[in-house]
Each structure stands twice: as structure tokens, then as C-alpha cells.
């Protein structure tokens, strides 16, 4: 059974834009920069990939990230490269906004933010980490 999801990337390139399009690829589901063409509207879960080498979110990251209240989205699952500082002010943020984090799935930085490459081994993880986030969600 489907379930109404997107899954979103930020920033637009690299390597967090490759999963995020096989995630939505294997999903069937919407894929989109952050922020979106078009909003979150009751999704059941929204998959969110960021890259960043600051330990401070990006402003319009953040601004979307504090839309995203249970009218948006009922869970957020991130999948991320970012420092944990970073990783844990995206959390605080969703979270005050109103959406669950479900769960958070650290992948390895590539040495330059232009590269997209990701090794089989390291998809197939992150492709596991979501069909369990997305088993979880439809129960």
C-alpha cells in the first residue's frame, strides 16, 4: 500500500540530490529542492536530505523547516552528511513546528560538495534505513 510521502533535498546538488532522487524513484514519490514548488500537505512522512559543513542551518533552510507542522507532514525522517550541531537544530526546529522526527540517518561527506557519486553498498543502506521508516509509518 502507497503512502503519501515527498522526499526533499537541500542544497540542490551533490550527493544528498542523488539519494534523494533514488529515494523518490524506489518510493514513487515527489522529489524536490527545499524550498519546494510545492508545499507539504498532510504527507505521511517527508524525507529530508541535508548537506551542510556549518554547524548553523542555512536561513531558507530553516524557514521551511519550521512550516512543517502536522497539517504539513506527520513525521520527518533526515537523512543527512551534516555536523550533529546541525543535524540537532534541524530537529529542534521541526519539532517546534510540530512535525514528529522519526528517525535521523547519517551517510559519509564527500571530499568535494560537487560530487554526486554514492557507492552501491552506501544506497543500499540508506534504502534500507527508509523501507524501515516507511514499514514503521504504515503500521
Known amino acids: 500500500m ?3 510521502m515527498q522526499v526533499l533535498h537541500y542544497p540542490e546538488k551533490g550527493k544528498v ?3 534523494a ?9 515527489k522529489c524536490d529542492k527545499i524550498p519546494p514548488a510545492y508545499g507539504c500537505t498532510r504527507e ?12 548553523i542551518l542555512d536561513d531558507a533552510l530553516s524557514r ?3 512550516l512543517l507542522n502536522r497539517e504539513a507532514t506527520q513525521n520527518v525522517a533526515i ?3 551534516a555536523p550533529e550541531a546541525a543535524v540537532e537544530a534541524a530537529k529542534a526546529v521541526i519539532t517546534e513546528a510540530g512535525a514528529n522526527v522519526i528517525d535521523v540517518k547519517t551517510f559519509k561527506k564527500n571530499a568535494f560538495a560537487f560530487l554526486t557519486g554514492v557507492k552501491p553498498e552506501e544506497m543500499e543502506d540508506i534504502q534500507a534505513w527508509a523501507n524501515g521508516i516507511v514499514a514503521q509509518v504504515q503500521e
Open 2 to 4: 502507497a503512502i503519501k
Open 17 to 19: 540530490a542523488t539519494i
Open 21 to 29: 532522487s533514488a529515494l523518490a524513484t524506489e518510493f514513487q514519490a
Open 44 to 55: 505521511r512522512v517527508v524525507f529530508i536530505g541535508i548537506s551542510s559543513k556549518t554547524k
Open 64 to 66: 521551511f523547516l519550521a
Open 79 to 81: 537523512f543527512t552528511d
